[in-house]
């Protein structure tokens, strides 16, 4: 692994004992000791992640809502500061290069967060795409470390290291809202945003202060009993919540209208790279959610029967912690994804039944 990229958090990982995984470029956490004890603490308490291989590209100018609204298929210019959107970011054909979510931090100030294995080649289109527009873009991602608490005691963590005058902006800070703020003296920008279906908070910094806040956020945790989380839960939270894996769920063969992402520029006005390959277009397939009251867990790849019809193919299985019976998301042709429709899945050569399920899997209590 000595061609990865580590975190600024890496010793620490080290030093807690956990067991690292290749994702993109980067060499990060898979767990630190049973990753369904960390799966569990982000239901009932919380979790910390280190997302810090996630990509940063600050956008800023005169032109930049007008430049993402032409790069991305949202419309970025009408957004609020302190809003953030998710979004996709396509090629000419429609096919998703990436999706992501941008935070409007001023009147000509965003910031982009890509996924971490996807980082450059959104940079590399953005850039393209800058050409004739008054902007400047600024690739921040290996400079950046991202911190997130995620689960129902994430806003108390997060409350024990802010300054009193901040609290108030903690406590009304709205789901996919983001501000300025201190942070166990550091600045920094924290988002209620994440990847879990939990509540929780995102806090971005630059590397050198990763450390420092990384143990002040792991002491407060501690009297939640909270613990570190790594990769194999924040895939199985992500799972419960129905949320879209890029490489999965997502790749350049499909487009945002087989992802359910039509809805985002059906009414926008302004031209955007894709526009004429998304307008009008009848989806291939849906994403549709799979469940099953049987033990064994259908995997990424299995094809997907109605009768002796194929219609589809598993893209994210796997047992629910939470739910305790198997789950998954899958490409299924759109006239057989309805819910209520009971399929069968090859799982090693024997078909097992399953039925078309309502999304998210898993939803919090308010």
């Known amino acids: 692994m000595s061609d990865l990229r580590n975190s600024p958090l890496h010793d620490i990982h080290a030093e807690l004992g956990a067991s690292f995984t290749p994702f993109g470029e980067w060499n990060m956490p898979l767990k630190y000791g049973n990753e369904l004890d960390e799966h569990k603490a982000v239901r009932s308490t919380a979790g910390v992640f280190d997302l810090s291989h996630m990509g940063e590209v600050r956008v800023t100018g005169p032109d930049a809502g007008a430049f993402l609204d032409y790069s991305l298929i949202s419309t970025l210019s009408t957004a609020k500061i302190g809003q953030a959107k998710y979004s996709m970011i396509t090629a000419a054909d429609g096919g998703i290069i990436d999706d992501l979510i941008t935070y409007r931090l001023g009147d000509n100030e965003f910031l982009v967060v890509p996924n971490a294995s996807n980082t450059p080649p959104v940079w590399d289109a953005l850039s393209e795409r800058a050409q004739n527009f008054d902007v400047e873009l600024t690739n921040e991602s290996l400079d950046t470390a991202m911190i997130a608490v995620q689960g129902p005691k994430a806003e108390e963590i997060v409350l024990r290291l802010v300054a009193d005058g901040d609290a108030a902006t903690v406590r009304e800070l709205g789901y996919y809202r983001c ?179 309502p999304r998210p899997f898993y939803k919090r209590e308010k």
């Open 179 to 357: 501000a300025q703020l201190t942070a166990g003296g550091h600045d920094v920008m924290l988002a209620r945003t994440g990847y879990t279906g939990e509540d929780g908070f995102e806090l971005v910094l630059p590397n050198e202060e990763a450390v420092d806040l990384w143990n002040q956020v792991m002491a407060v945790a501690g009297d939640f009993n909270a613990i570190p989380a790594g990769l194999a839960a924040r895939d199985s939270l992500r799972l419960e919540a129905a949320m879209p894996l890029y490489g999965q769920e997502l790749s350049l063969d499909i487009t945002p209208v087989e992802a359910g992402m039509g809805r985002a520029f059906a009414k926008k006005e302004a031209d955007f790279v894709g526009r004429d390959a998304l307008t009008g277009r009848e989806p291939s397939v849906e994403i549709a959610a799979l469940t099953s009251e049987q033990r064994r867990a259908a995997r990424p790849g299995a094809e997907i029967f109605l009768g002796d019809e194929k219609i589809g193919v598993v893209t994210s299985g796997q047992p629910s912690p939470t739910l305790g019976h198997p789950i998954a998301l899958a490409h299924i042709t759109p006239e057989h994804a309805a819910e209520g429709t009971e399929v069968e899945i090859d799982v090693r050569g024997k078909r097992l039944p399953f039925t078309v399920s």
